[in-house]
């Protein structure tokens, strides 16, 4: 079956294009922010404050959300040490664990430079995840710290890529694959995790979202996504596009230029996991800023 883009009403029109630079609507939400949170945004990187100013453009108060926003994400950061999540000797614990269990890799690029995320999801033996990451609050936490882990390895590769491009880059294109999903993935453990997971995290990285695949949907998904849907940002369900046939998929990637180098069947078995990338990101640049963009210091 044709792919369901699970779209809304409330998607922006003409959001703007990542390299864009900041506008100047954007650049007023930024400078008051700064008013707001201090001219250094309370140490928060360029790449996050970018995304955290668009990221609420579509809101009734733009300005609010993203000061709000900031600071959260600011506090969330200085919290769990973010800035040296990726430091082998900040590993979460268990995490050959977790890696082995639900396998995320990065496979190939598009030809805007958006890394193309793949999970294996309905692999996950689902009874020894939720024994080890489920069921109540510390566990849960490591999950999070987990999840925390690939976020922000994800975000810095975003950087190292988006200076190495010179061109500035803070989206994923990411493929679930739900081929193997059993009755044992939408059990009210794994449903909690989700809803756990789109809690913590969609305001803290928000606009990372390019567009999310989900292959090998069974029928049994359709109620698990009923269920978490309301809870994610209209703008970000826009970007879902639920598939029963991969090919689907490769289709729209012909027409983004996506090269991989793993194939969606290589994936689970070859593809390295994403802490294998963690060495390669130190040192860490700047985050790239398009030439002339007011960043409202002045």
Known sequence: RRQVNQSSSMA????????????????????????????DLL?????L????????LQE?????????????TAEWRTQHAIDKALLPENLPEQRDDFERMWRSSL?????????????????????????????????EELFLAHSAFNKELLRQRNVQR???????????????DLSGLSSAHVSSTFITLLKTYISRFSNIYPESLYKLYIINAPWLFSGTYTMISPLIHPVTRAKI????????????????GVTLKYSFEEAYEKAPPLR???????????????????????
């Not at 922006?12 to 900041?22: N, Y």
């Not at 140490?43 to 790449?47: E, I």
């Not at 404050?49 to 609420?56: A, D, E, I, S």
Request: net charge negative; with cysteine; hydrophobic share 40%.
């Open 60 to 72: 009734k108060d733009p300005v609010g959300s993203s000061i709000t926003h900031m600071r959260e």
């Open 162 to 176: 988006s200076a190495e491009l010179q061109k500035r880059v803070y989206k994923i294109l990411v493929v679930l």
């Open 107 to 139: 496979i190939g690029e598009d030809q805007d430079g958006h890394q193309v995320l793949f999970e294996s999801v309905g692999k996950v033996p689902a009874r020894e995840f939720g024994a080890m990451f489920a069921g109540n609050p510390a566990k």
């Open 12 to 39: 922006p029109k003409t959001a703007p294009l990542e390299w864009d630079r900041l506008d100047e609507a954007e650049v007023e939400v930024l400078r008051t922010c700064r008013d707001a949170l201090g001219p």
């Open 241 to 256: 596009h639920v598939l029963t046939n991969p090919k689907y998929a490769m289709e729209d990637f012909a027409k983004m």
């Open 43 to 47: 140490g928060l990187p360029d790449d």
């Open 276 to 298: 294998a990338m963690a060495a390669n990101l130190d040192p860490l640049p700047r985050p790239f800023v398009p030439a002339g963009e007011n960043r409202a210091l002045a």
């Open 49 to 56: 404050v970018t995304m955290l100013v668009r990221g609420y």
